[in-house]
């Protein structure tokens, strides 16, 4: 059973910076395709990046990826979202998602999903 802890979310002002991490449990990270997603109040979630088990990158060619960056932690087994130059539209519930399969940019081909950590950008 592969399990995913979210971390690192809060409130920060317009033009800071955070990193947010998720713990895989019960899987290594490397047999994984791991990626995360965000939602808003009246939308869909919203897909940000995912690093495939190979270590291959894919970012939403709409999202903001000059300030996001995606990476893991092989040793650790977690992923990080780093985020620079917060907007407040950055505001949402930041979500873990992992995969038994190849990398992929659709929340419904996702099987395992961690709980969600805040970001709150202030203006």
């Known amino acids: 059973q592969v399990q995913l802890v979210e971390s690192g979310g809060g409130l920060v002002q317009a033009g800071g910076s955070l990193e947010l991490s998720c713990e895989v449990l019960g899987r290594t990270i490397n047999s994984l395709t791991t990626g995360w997603f965000r939602e808003t109040p009246g939308k869909e979630r919203e897909f940000i990046a995912s690093?495939?088990?190979?270590?291959?990158?894919?970012y939403n060619q709409d999202s903001e990826k000059d300030r996001f960056t995606i990476s893991r932690e092989i040793k650790g087994n977690t992923l990080h979202l780093q985020m620079t130059a917060l907007k407040p539209e950055d505001t949402a519930l930041y979500y873990c998602?992992?995969?038994?399969?190849?990398?992929?940019?659709?929340?419904?081909?996702?099987?395992?999903w961690g709980r969600g950590t805040q970001v709150t950008v202030s203006a």
């Open positions: 998602a992992a995969r038994r399969g190849p990398i992929s940019s659709r929340e419904g081909e996702y099987d395992y």
């Open positions: 690093i495939a088990w190979s270590g291959g990158i894919t």
